[in-house]
């Protein structure tokens, strides 16, 4: 792709290498967090965020936790390394890639011939460097596929950020965006703002505009009156947990979007790697979901919007029914219904 964006999170010079999002669109902040304590908190604190890029700091958050480790022996080792993956699972508990990355990890370490301490440190940055590279890799392949699903739409709405931002680079949602602008077709966006956190506004509308492809950004309530003037032809977006039916579990508002691309008939397109695929759960009703700060709604940075002691709602996700989806985008192909049979054959 010719045009490359940049990546939100990298292995350079020996340490990890983080942009801080949460200080997006305002400043460009590189951040480099030296301990798992500190990976914990931006993981929490959203300065890293979106499903794929939050495995790869999980994992790179596994070898900040180790790599100082004085364990005399490889049981003891992987004990520490048991535990860091303990600490780092309870920073969010919706985004599967998470869990998956944390479990590769510590298989990767279990499956190694070697008794070695070092050895097995050394182990463990390879396998998170090797999550990372595998999911740019991935999102290229998403971008491929996808693009097949948007060829002939003039203009798309997205919701959150599932692009270059949320993952190793690329992206999920915008990766199709970005094949096919890089293929001569400029699709335009439309981009929700996100409420309450306003990845849309903050992200999304951001990295967009930093490639050059032409971004609208809208509040969320007028999703309705874009579709209904026939001015997007297309939604897609990202997911942070697939259950095995194909309900689909993203950022809050993600449900009501694609109700009303089904009311105006528009294709409502979902756009993830394999790993986002939990088929342990049956379907959406099982998928743990995060409730955040009330601040984050009762608040406009420090400035309070609403009256002291208010009761007050605030899930980070909610699911979106699998007969919304019109198919599902991964690296392997395209999913289409009936999605139980289909996502067991091809995930």
Known sequence: MPYEPIAPITWKD?????????????ELVIIHPRTVEEMWDAIKKLKVRGAPAIGIAAALGLYLAIKNSRA???????????????????????????????????QAVAAAT???????????????????????????????NGASLLQDAEAVLTHCNAGTLATARYGTALAPIYYLASRGKVLKV?????????????????????????????TDNMAATVM??????????????????GDVANKIGTYGVAILAREHGIP????????TFDLSLSSGDQIPIEERDPAEVSHFGLRPTAPEGINIFNPAFDVTPHRYVTAIITERGIIRPPYKQNIARII
Request: charged residues 25%.
């Open 14 to 26: 020996g340490q990890v290498e983080m942009i801080d999002q949460t200080r997006l669109p305002g």
């Open 72 to 106: 005399g022996d490889r049981a003891e080792f992987e004990a520490e390394l048991k535990q860091a993956a303990a600490y780092l699972a309870s920073s969010r508990p919706t985004a599967v890639n998470l869990f998956w990355a944390l479990k590769r990890v510590q």
């Open 114 to 144: 070697t008794d070695d301490v070092s050895s097995l440190k050394e182990l463990v940055l390879k396998e998170a460097l090797a999550i990372r590279d595998e999911d740019e890799a991935m999102c290229r392949a998403i971008g491929e």
């Open 190 to 218: 439309f981009a929700d703002e996100t409420r309450p956190l306003l990845q849309g506004a903050r992200l999304t509308a951001w990295e967009l505009h930093q490639a050059g492809i032409p971004v609208t950004l809208i």
């Open 228 to 245: 209904a003037r026939g001015w997007v032809q297309a939604v897609i977006v990202g997911a942070d947990r697939i259950t095995a039916n």
């Open 268 to 275: 409502f397109y979902v756009a993830a790697p394999a790993s």
